[in-house]
């Protein structure tokens, strides 16, 4: 394609935790194939290797302390200290990051973020002016799950062994996320899973790891259930 051809300049974040980061390259390829120009932002603690790279995806580290020792004496307690430390790096760093792109022939129109790091839309929306753009590395299912939590129409520790929520079959309590069904191991991983919803109404655009016509009835009744009708596949 002709470099001189205006593009649509997306800036993707992932949450560079295992699940996470495969998914959201998996998505900027597919973007690019469509004409996008995608450059992809990681921390220098999450560097991606030779054959998880591609051309077409454009790859920015920002440095995040990765030669200091996570601390925590459980898994948990180091996974919210890694991602305190990232999440202050993308904070730090995602202004520049723009901006020194923002006198080029392809500023940055659309920020692609992770849903759990919901905050960065903050940033986009408040101090850049800038669209932001979701994306949710599960099924739609899953985050249904989560914004039944977080709205209190599902309550965790599970009430009975039997679930029923809207557009689901019946499920079994051991059928839903193991940070719902049996949190005790994960300490402090459900709050982050249910974050994505903070401020879920105000993203420009969602995506979601998923096919619609296996979860057409889940979509459907999960943003009618938050309010809004913006929604991409």
Not at 17 to 46: D, E, F, Y
Not at 76 to 96: I, M, Q, T
Not at 137 to 149: E, L, P
């Amino acid at each position: 394609m002709d470099e001189t051809v205006c593009r649509i300049h997306v800036l993707a974040i992932p949450l560079p935790l295992q699940g996470h980061l495969n998914p959201m390259l998996q998505l900027c390829k597919r973007l690019t194939s469509k004409g996008v120009r995608i450059t992809l932002v990681t921390g220098t603690s999450a560097s991606i290797s030779e054959q998880n790279q591609f051309e077409s995806i454009k790859i920015e580290y920002i440095l995040d302390d990765d030669n200091i020792e996570v601390e925590g004496s459980n898994a948990s307690e180091k996974v919210a200290a890694f991602l305190k430390r990232f999440n202050s790096a993308v904070s730090d760093n995602l202004a520049r990051l723009v901006e020194e792109k923002a006198s080029s022939d392809h500023p940055v129109k659309i920020v692609l973020y992770d849903s759990l790091m919901p905050w960065i839309l903050e940033i986009v929306q408040g101090q850049l002016g800038l669209k932001g753009a979701a994306f949710f590395t599960q099924a739609c299912a899953v985050s249904a799950i989560y914004n039944h939590i977080r709205r209190g129409t599902l309550k965790v520790p599970l009430e009975t062994s039997t679930i029923l929520l809207p557009s689901m079959p019946q499920l079994e309590s051991n059928d839903l996320p193991s940070f719902v069904y049996n949190p005790g191991p994960y300490p402090g991983i459900l709050d982050l899973v249910l974050s994505e919803n903070i401020n879920l109404e105000k993203s420009d655009w969602f995506l979601f790891n998923s096919f619609d016509k296996l979860e057409n009835e889940v979509e459907f009744s999960f943003y009618k259930i938050i309010g809004i009708w913006k929604f991409t596949h």
